[in-house]
């Protein structure tokens, strides 16, 4: 079972900001926070992750809260190519650790 | 930035065939690979584990006779699914990833598999 809960779903404006929160109560101290997207008949694509610090890349920022059980993805300026199914996942480490996704939260960008 | 490849993007075939997908990583060399299957409106459900030069971990009900797994390189990972019959059809979906734990996995983009 997915150790994350995200909304099913979230509507944001062409230009604003989408901010995509994630629960992850029952993270451990060795399990980092990783993001992904996957757009209609696509494989998931990679956008950040994090383990303990906020982070920042050129596709969205990362804000881990300091008890590390919640998380929030930042898309600074959504455009309507970021419509699509984002998922929050928590796993030991990128190249050995399973991903397990949930349901993720579909994000609709509208115009 | 990293790149997996998958072919073929889309195959179609007649119940009882066997059918394999490739799974390639382009410009690293992948240590463990990852198959995933997702249905219709459903989210990804890891079926193995593949770490080159051994065999693969399948996830609990997943048949290893069904999904043959083969990683014989650090580049390479390929899922036979034998004798596929309509329950098969799904979209299969490979990852890959590097030497290094803080390197995330990639995904490639997809195999759907249609059996008639």
Same mark, same amino acid.
């Given at each position: 079972?997915?150790?994350?809960?995200?909304?099913?779903?979230?509507?944001?404006?062409?230009?604003?900001?989408?901010?995509?929160?994630?629960?992850?109560?029952?993270?451990?101290?060795?399990?980092?926070?990783?993001?992904?997207?996957?757009?209609?008949?696509?494989?998931?694509?990679?956008?950040?992750?994090?383990?303990?610090?906020?982070?920042?890349?050129?596709?969205?920022? &990362?804000?881990?809260?300091?008890?590390?059980?919640?998380?929030? &993805?930042?898309?600074?300026?959504?455009? &309507?190519?970021?419509?699509?199914?984002?998922?929050?996942?928590?796993?030991?480490?990128?190249?050995?650790?399973?991903?397990?996704?949930?349901?993720?939260?579909?994000?609709?960008?509208?115009? | 930035?990293?790149?997996?490849?998958?072919?073929?993007?889309?195959?179609?075939?007649?119940?009882?065939?066997?059918?394999?997908?490739?799974?390639?990583?382009?410009?690293?060399?992948?240590?463990?690979?990852?198959?995933?299957?997702?249905?219709?409106?459903?989210?990804?459900?890891?079926?193995?584990?593949?770490?080159?030069?051994?065999?693969?971990?399948?996830?609990?009900?997943?048949?290893?006779?069904?999904?043959?797994?083969?990683?014989?390189?650090?580049?390479?990972?390929?899922? $036979?699914?034998?004798?596929?019959?309509?329950?098969?059809?799904?979209?299969?979906?490979?990852?890959?990833?590097?030497?290094?734990?803080?390197?995330?996995?990639?995904?490639?983009?997809? $195999?759907?598999?249609?059996?008639?």
């Amino acid at each position: 079972d997915a150790k994350t809960t995200q909304p099913t779903s979230m509507d944001c404006a062409e230009g604003r900001a989408a901010n995509l929160p994630c629960n992850h109560s029952t993270i451990s101290g060795n399990e980092y926070v990783y993001w992904y997207r996957q757009i209609h008949s696509q494989g998931p694509q990679y956008i950040i992750h994090g383990l303990k610090n906020n982070e920042t890349n050129e596709m969205a920022s &990362l804000i881990i809260t300091e008890d590390r059980k919640s998380s929030t &993805l930042i898309l600074p300026h959504a455009t &309507l190519r970021d419509t699509a199914v984002y998922y929050c996942i928590v796993s030991t480490s990128g190249n050995t650790g399973k991903l397990i996704f949930g349901q993720g939260t579909t994000l609709q960008v509208k115009p | 930035g990293a790149v997996v490849s998958q072919h073929p993007s889309r195959v179609i075939c007649k119940s009882g065939t066997s059918v394999k997908i490739e799974c390639r990583s382009l410009d690293f060399q992948a240590t463990t690979m990852f198959w995933y299957r997702q249905f219709p409106k459903q989210s990804l459900m890891l079926m193995a584990t593949s770490n080159e030069g051994s065999k693969a971990t399948y996830e609990q009900g997943v048949e290893k006779d069904k999904f043959l797994i083969n990683h014989a390189s650090l580049t390479l990972s390929t899922l $036979t699914v034998t004798s596929a019959h309509p329950e098969d059809s799904s979209f299969y979906i490979c990852s890959a990833a590097g030497h290094y734990s803080n390197q995330p996995q990639h995904f490639g983009d997809g $195999t759907r598999l249609s059996i008639l």
